[in-house]
């Protein structure tokens, strides 16, 4: 069998390239002592195409050197212990003879007193941030010299074809040593659209140097990045085989902005999606952002998205992936079907949306049960049920266990997720209306249903203590037990104190809190017994999980707490709303350490999996992002204070994130578990 390469170059290509890479490699594979008619060996063949592309690379990338800088953060604060100091060099690339140097945020971030340009020629000069684009992780540096300097050439973008070697560019240290990685380009429209991909390995040394075609051509510039959901730092997967760049279309673009010294940000709407899955054949809204373009164009909750900015979706994937070539200031076009009438409007895309107010009913809700398939059970399995109302809350004057929701605000036929995202991002200025068929009539198909006007109220502030009455007992008399729980490639100990599956016929889903241990705390099997009555009481398992280390918690252990969540809510049947993460004492008024600022960034960074955090107000808290508190996985934070007053500084950044403080005072162990199981309600 032969395996035939061809490398097939556009005009023009460097005299090394024509005469190498073009020709016909012929590699046999069926048997290694086989040779080609000029008696070479397959061994031999491999030897001289590896050295023609090793010869090639160098061609491409020789012309850029003199443009690619070193940049290097001066008195920075010490970062010792992290894997990538904040403080090493990294790479730029000139976009201007004026000066003009692009590199990544990688170096704003270390919070540096100066920034250091080395050029290619070894002299070194200041130079200060003349603009961001933060939506593209990019910073503008401008130097002051009088010698020449020689711009890489940015204006004409290749075509760009996913499967075409790539190389990086970047400089090593603080004498610039140069640093090149091959790889091929391995997606386009990467990172919601703004971004395409390659799998040549990078390090932080080439974040803001160039990817470069095998003609020396620029395709972009490279970025410190990770894709959604991937990992919480942005270089957390440097030399991983997978990178990200920035087109250099887009960056020409964008530099007549920059150079004026204006900062660029993400562009935002304030859409709400129905469905769970952004990846679902629906783009219908559950609600719109209170004071967002979105509501200010005049959408509503029930349209459903059909373009946006000139591109059919059906996905809101789609719909993420179309605003991302667009920042803040810029106007789209969107159209949405609205009552089998098209609608286009006009948006003005903001650079920031009120922070999140999230908002409660006061229901725990399951969805009907189909039970034939007859036309009149389909339209009963529609809608809401309402299981159970949480006492004085506003569903408490309202609503009736048994009652079907089938309609809430413009949504007609509404399911769960969608009613939890409405009432989530609901006026709180304003009545939601609510169409529910009750009983007796909530099976009848023919029947008119009530409407109701509620208002809701905010989760933030005094904790809610009281609790359905059904839960009460639902879950006391089953027969809980203490199981250690150990997974594949976990090293950490794990406890988990649950009821047997099916001992209960009539209990509600339980909750889930993921208790993370101190250092030299007692061993989890110990710690649990502590747990035992509460988690009885409340209807809450609880896994008591320690460090991998006694030296503490480390942030490689995030994805493992999530592993181990997913298995306990896998095993119990806990309700996935009503999962929270916490130390084993802070949020009851123990001492803060280590546990509770780990159970602060796997809360954050894991919002798909954890609706709430519960923690010492003294916490210190760790070096992660604190990002919007999003809709579709509204997050809340119990901390054992009385009143607002009483706030930590970095409690005052979450709420202006939109993360509602739950002011817990000091509790006890049911009271904190009773609060974990009401996550669920809507």
């Known amino acids: 069998?032969?395996?035939?390469?061809?490398?097939?170059?556009?005009?023009?290509?460097?005299?090394?390239?024509?005469?190498?890479?073009?020709?016909?490699?012929?590699?046999?594979?069926?048997?290694?002592?086989?040779?080609?008619?000029?008696?070479?060996?397959?061994?031999?063949?491999?030897?001289?195409?590896?050295?023609?592309?090793?010869?090639?690379?160098?061609?491409?990338?020789?012309?850029?050197?003199?443009?690619?800088?070193?940049?290097?953060?001066?008195?920075?604060?010490?970062?010792?212990?992290?894997?990538?100091?904040?403080?090493?060099?990294?790479?730029?690339?000139?976009?201007?003879g004026d000066g003009y140097i692009l590199t990544s945020n990688l170096v704003t971030k270390a919070n540096a007193a100066s920034l250091l340009i080395r050029l290619d020629d070894g002299s070194r000069h200041a130079a200060e941030v003349v603009a961001t684009d933060h939506h593209r992780n990019l910073v503008l540096l401008k130097i002051d010299t009088d010698q020449p300097l020689i711009p890489a050439d940015l204006s004409s973008p290749p075509t760009m074809q996913v499967g075409q070697t790539t190389i990086a560019m970047g400089r090593y240290g603080s004498d610039g040593s140069p640093l090149v990685s091959t790889g091929i380009l391995s997606a386009l429209s990467r990172l919601e659209g703004i971004a395409i991909q390659t799998d040549a390995r990078v390090s932080p040394s080439f974040y803001g140097g160039p990817l470069i075609d095998l003609t020396g051509r620029i395709l972009g510039i490279v970025i410190p990045a990770v894709a959604v959901g991937g990992a919480e730092?942005?270089?957390?997967?440097?030399?991983?085989?997978?990178?990200?760049?920035?087109?250099?279309?887009?960056?020409?673009?964008?530099?007549?902005?920059?150079?004026?010294?204006?900062?660029?940000?993400?562009?935002?709407l304030g859409l709400v999606p129905k469905t769970k899955d952004p990846y679902d054949s629906d783009t219908t809204l559950a609600s719109v952002r209170l004071r967002s373009p979105a509501e200010q164009a005049g959408l509503i909750a029930g349209d459903v998205v059909t373009k946006v900015a000139g591109r059919d979706v059906q996905r809101f994937q789609q719909i993420k992936e179309a605003l991302g070539p667009y920042d803040a200031g810029d106007t789209i076009d969107v159209s949405v079907r609205r009552d089998d009438q098209v609608v286009d409007v006009q948006i003005q895309l903001a650079d920031n949306i009120p922070p999140l107010q999230p908002q409660r009913l006061g229901i725990i809700a399951s969805s009907p049960a189909d039970q034939s398939e007859s036309d009149q059970d389909e339209a009963q399995s529609q809608g809401v049920i309402v299981d159970d109302v949480i006492p004085n809350s506003p569903a408490a004057k309202t609503f009736q266990v048994g009652d079907r929701i089938v309609a809430a605000g413009k949504i007609d036929n509404i399911d769960i997720e969608t009613l939890r995202r409405l009432v989530v991002t609901a006026s709180p200025d304003q009545p939601t209306t609510f169409k529910v068929m009750r009983q007796p009539?909530?099976?009848?198909?023919?029947?008119?249903?009530?409407?109701?006007?509620?208002?809701?109220?905010?989760?933030?502030?005094?904790?809610?203590?009281?609790?359905?009455?059904?839960?009460?007992?639902?879950?006391?008399?089953?027969?809980?037990?203490?199981?250690?729980?150990?997974l594949p490639d976990v090293p950490n100990a794990a406890v988990v104190l649950a009821p047997s599956v099916g001992e209960s016929a009539t209990g509600r889903p339980l909750g889930l809190f993921v208790a993370l241990q101190q250092p030299g705390d007692p061993p989890p099997e110990k710690?649990?017994?502590?747990?035992?009555?509460?988690?009885?009481?409340?209807?809450?398992?609880?896994?008591?999980?320690?460090?991998?280390?006694?030296?503490?918690?480390?942030?490689?252990?995030?994805?493992?707490?999530?592993?181990?969540?997913?298995?306990?809510?896998?095993?119990?049947?806990?309700?996935?709303?009503?999962?929270?993460?916490?130390?084993?004492?802070?949020?009851?008024?123990?001492?803060?350490?280590?546990?509770?600022?780990?159970?602060?960034?796997?809360?954050?960074?894991?919002?798909?999996?954890?609706?709430?955090?519960?923690?010492?107000?003294?916490?210190?808290?760790?070096?992660?992002?604190?990002?919007?508190?999003?809709?579709?996985?509204?997050?809340?934070?119990?901390?054992?204070?009385?009143?607002?007053?009483?706030?930590?500084?970095?409690?005052?950044?979450?709420?202006?994130?939109?993360?509602?403080?739950?002011?817990?005072?000091?509790?006890?162990?049911?009271?904190?578990?009773?609060?974990?199981?009401?996550?669920?309600?809507?």
């Open 441 to 486: 009539d909530a099976d009848q198909s023919d029947a008119a249903p009530l409407e109701l006007s509620v208002q809701t109220n905010s989760v933030a502030g005094p904790i809610t203590g009281k609790t359905p009455t059904s839960w009460a007992s639902d879950w006391k008399d089953a027969d809980w037990s203490t199981e250690p729980l150990k």
């Open 527 to 682: 710690a649990i017994e502590t747990w035992n009555e509460a988690a009885k009481q409340s209807g809450v398992v609880v896994c008591v999980v320690a460090a991998e280390s006694d030296q503490g918690w480390k942030p490689k252990e995030i994805d493992l707490i999530d592993r181990i969540a997913a298995a306990v809510i896998k095993r119990t049947g806990v309700a996935s709303t009503a999962v929270a993460i916490g130390s084993v004492s802070g949020a009851i008024g123990g001492d803060a350490g280590p546990a509770d600022a780990m159970a602060l960034a796997a809360g954050l960074s894991l919002v798909h999996r954890f609706g709430g955090i519960a923690l010492s107000d003294k916490t210190r808290p760790p070096a992660i992002r604190v990002k919007e508190n999003d809709p579709e996985t509204a997050v809340h934070v119990l901390l054992p204070i009385s009143d607002d007053d009483s706030l930590p500084t970095w409690g005052t950044a979450l709420r202006r994130a939109g993360y509602a403080i739950v002011n817990g005072k000091p509790l006890d162990r049911a009271g904190l578990l009773r609060w974990v199981r009401q996550l669920q309600a809507i």
């Open 1 to 96: 069998m032969r395996l035939i390469l061809r490398n097939s170059l556009p005009a023009g290509v460097h005299s090394a390239i024509s005469a190498t890479l073009l020709a016909v490699v012929v590699l046999v594979l069926a048997d290694g002592n086989t040779t080609d008619a000029q008696g070479t060996s397959p061994a031999a063949q491999r030897l001289q195409f590896q050295t023609a592309m090793a010869s090639s690379v160098r061609d491409a990338c020789d012309p850029l050197w003199q443009s690619v800088v070193t940049v290097q953060p001066i008195g920075t604060a010490d970062s010792a212990g992290n894997e990538v100091r904040a403080d090493a060099p990294t790479t730029g690339i000139i976009v201007d």
């Open 233 to 268: 730092e942005e270089t957390s997967w440097y030399d991983a085989g997978i990178a990200f760049a920035i087109p250099a279309g887009v960056i020409t673009e964008k530099l007549k902005r920059l150079k004026s010294g204006e900062d660029i940000r993400k562009g935002l």
